[in-house]
């Protein structure tokens, strides 16, 4: 488990992660700073189930809990100046257990005392963390008639900062209407619901009624990238144009509305959102929000109620996280989600300058304002920090920036700039482009020395800033530098981030509501924009998942994650993290549909996995929900290796030392009943793998069979990798059911 000291310190430290706040981070919420009046704090209370609403009728039910929790505040409130109604934040009682209210220190101590009161956890803020890429990805546009209404009855929740109906990306032409097993709603005040966009809610601090509307843009793009509707025509000022579309045009929408700004995603409405979005029928849950480390997952509410959706069939897609290339801060690690980093595509973006020398300077930035490619005075302020600009005009001018990370462009488009060059020591053919509200060009170093002496040379120096163009990228996939890296804090012994996909420079709706650049200043407006971060690539992932439940709609989250793992396009190991920078892979959507073999896993699985992590029945009770969750014998003394995931992780003590680790398998035949699959291994010098038996040959009657992977031998020190790659390589001739093998050195890496 991550060190609880560590944690705490983190625990504030939020991860933003949609384009814009990769280069304009924003200040976050700490836990200790979620006062709401006086002396309390919002804290999620979660509670046994109550056996005695279950004959009831939802809303019946719903009344008989909520007065339940309401005598339950009752009983520790000294304060007579408020009731326990107006302490409550959330009612959980539709997939999950509890309550969210807001408590003094005190309050909360005498609370969790009582029966039937499983947990207690303070209050905790998350960050919200494309034309090409589905054809980068081999997923071909269709009309299919046949496959349209299967993807019809899918339906996608979206956890994000809400949704921009008006675009062309949510047209409901040609679907039926919702499918029967949709239970949810739309706000009242949202009036744009159709047979696209089928459910539409928000959350905030308690309050139902707030807008669904997409202020910021994040939610429209992460939704149009899974499920949108095709587009012809669609770019940003006609740069990277094309058709936009989704993974599954067909599928549905249901939006929880639960970022807002500043003030991010609050955990006890994200768990609200869970608690509606399972009972509502969702069968893919997109959740591109995070924090900059890992929760314990007992402690981390995102865990929590992506456990409730497994429990439930749902499968659960998240953003690994924006803190790369730093080891060990992959932020959402729990087995029972698909965690997803973010490669680059074949398209790059760049941009120009033009020197007053002739020199041609290519960098990056997304630049598509209109008067481009005019000369323009080249000028250095000597810092391009908001306290040095303040009241300063340089109208027309090129600003010289130097280096540094840009956390507003408003107060250079404040002085009249033209237009700012700032330079990177990090620069290389795949980092990203960002758009600023003026044009804003980032290049190597040894290029802004150049500049540099050349303005310190000429009496009159001047630049031209061009637009902005696509280039091949002929290095694709790589992956992005921001992206989070692993090891798995939480469990060293489970590989995240699981799988890789789209992230970077990223094409999809926005909303009309939000500037083009994210900043206040920017009058600008798009109906489709370029962004980047896991953001991006966690809903590709989840079109992926939409996509295998289409045609497998009652496969478990672990063979819809065991599908897309296996099935992984491998990635070549030119980051020196390998297989913790992109997990399997780059994600392989056709591949996913027939993978041929699946890691299935129960809910049992998952709790056997939480004893062998070493949880006691208080942490067991959080996670599960009951705390009749007890940990058999066997399982306290199994090995987190032991659960029956599609990748194997080996952390080693270091390089050099001895080892050797068992990894029990079993895996179920979705393929023909009679195939018959042979393992093949591919390792490095150092470390053996071996498995027995390295045969399976599958029946009608015989659907599952388990097999022993062994892993051992000595790390060998390397200059270009950290670990060691290998993998188990499964085949009946038709399909490759590939799990990667990655051993590393834990003591070294944290």
Request: charge should be negative; glycine fraction near 10%.
């Amino acid at each position: 488990m991550a060190p609880s000291s560590l944690l705490a310190a983190l625990v504030g430290v939020l991860l933003f992660s949609y384009a814009a706040a990769i280069h304009l981070p924003r200040a976050g919420l700490t836990a200790a700073a979620a006062s709401n009046g006086g002396d309390t704090k919002v804290y999620v209370v979660f509670t046994e189930r109550q056996p005695a609403t279950a004959e009831l009728a939802e809303e019946e039910a719903g009344a008989a809990i909520a007065a339940l929790h309401h005598d339950m505040i009752g009983s520790v409130l000294l304060d007579d100046s408020s009731n326990a109604a107006d302490r409550v934040v959330y009612h959980y009682s539709r997939s999950l257990h509890g309550f969210a209210a807001r408590l003094t220190e005190d309050e909360k101590n005498r609370l969790a005392g009582m029966d039937g009161v499983l947990s207690i956890h303070e209050k905790v803020v998350y960050r919200p963390q494309t034309t090409r890429s589905w054809d980068f990805l081999g997923l071909p546009q269709h009309n299919d008639p046949v496959r349209l209404p299967f993807e019809n009855d899918v339906i996608i929740g979206m956890l994000d900062t809400g949704i921009s109906p008006d675009s062309e990306s949510f047209s409901d032409d040609g679907l039926p209407p919702p499918p029967a097993k949709w239970k949810g709603v739309c706000s009242k005040n949202f009036t744009s619901c159709n047979n696209k966009i089928i459910g539409a809610r928000a959350y905030y601090n308690g309050d139902r009624t707030v807008s669904v509307l997409d202020d910021e843009g994040h939610g429209t793009h992460t939704s149009s990238t899974a499920a949108g509707r095709a587009v012809a025509g669609a770019s940003l000022g006609g740069l990277a144009g094309g058709i936009a579309r989704g993974a599954v045009p067909g599928a549905r929408l249901a939006v929880y509305k639960v970022c807002f700004g500043e003030e991010g995603c609050s955990s006890e409405d994200i768990l609200a959102a869970f608690d509606d979005a399972i009972a509502d029928g969702v069968d893919v849950i997109s959740a591109s929000i995070g924090m900059v480390m890992p929760l314990d997952y007992p402690e981390d509410p995102l865990s929590v109620g992506a456990f409730h959706a497994m429990k439930r069939g749902v499968v659960t897609s998240v953003s690994a996280g924006n803190s790369g290339p730093i080891l060990g801060t992959v932020s959402n690690v729990s087995p029972w989600t698909v965690s997803v980093a973010a490669t680059a595509t074949d398209r790059l973006i760049i941009s120009e300058l033009v020197l007053g020398d002739g020199k041609r300077i290519q960098g990056n930035g997304i630049t598509v304002f209109a008067n481009l490619g005019k000369p323009s005075l080249l000028l250095d302020p000597g810092s391009c920090e908001e306290e040095h600009l303040q009241g300063k005009k340089y109208k027309g001018a090129v600003l010289l920036c130097g280096s540094g990370v840009l956390t507003s462009s408003s107060a250079m488009y404040s002085t009249g700039a033209e237009g700012a060059v700032m330079y990177s020591t990090q620069y290389d053919d795949n980092t990203t482009a960002f758009s600023y509200a003026l044009p804003t060009v980032i290049i190597p170093k040894d290029d802004y020395d150049h500049m540099m002496d050349y303005y310190n040379k000429s009496r009159h120096p001047m630049a031209i800033v061009k637009k902005s163009v696509t280039v091949k990228n002929t290095a694709a996939p790589t992956v992005a530098k921001f992206s989070s890296r692993g090891p798995n804090q939480v469990t060293y012994g489970v590989l995240k981030p699981d799988i890789s996909a789209p992230g970077v420079d990223i094409l999809a709706a926005w909303s009309p509501m939000a500037s083009l650049s994210g900043d206040d200043v920017d009058e600008r407006r798009v109906k489709y924009n370029i962004i980047s971060g896991t953001s991006m690539s966690c809903p590709h992932v989840t079109g992926a998942a939409a996509y295998v439940k289409s045609v497998h709609p009652s496969w478990s989250h672990a063979a819809v994650l065991s599908a897309l793992v296996t099935t992984a396009t491998p990635m070549s190991s030119g980051d020196p993290e390998a297989e913790l920078a992109y997990g399997a892979g780059q994600v392989n959507p056709m591949g996913a549909r027939y993978p041929g073999l699946v890691y299935d896993a129960s809910v049992e699985d998952y709790v056997d996995f939480l004893c062998a992590q070493g949880y006691n029945s208080t942490q067991l009770a959080a996670m599960t929900g009951s705390s009749s969750t007890a940990c058999s014998d066997e399982a306290r003394s199994g090995n987190v290796g032991d659960l029956n995931y599609p990748s194997i992780s080996v952390p080693v003590i270091n390089h050099g030392v001895s080892f050797a680790a068992e990894f029990p398998r079993t895996v179920t035949n979705v393929g023909p009943d009679d195939s018959v699959y042979r393992a093949t291994v591919t390792t490095v010098p150092g470390v053996d793998v071996d498995v027995t038996p390295d045969e399976l040959a599958f029946s009608a009657g015989t659907k599952k069979l388990s097999f022993k992977v062994t892993v051992s031998g000595k790390l060998l020190p390397s200059n270009t990798t950290m670990g060691a790659s290998a993998s188990v390589v499964w085949s009946d001739g038709r399909h490759s059911v590939r799990s990667p093998i990655y051993v590393f050195p834990h003591k070294h890496v944290m």
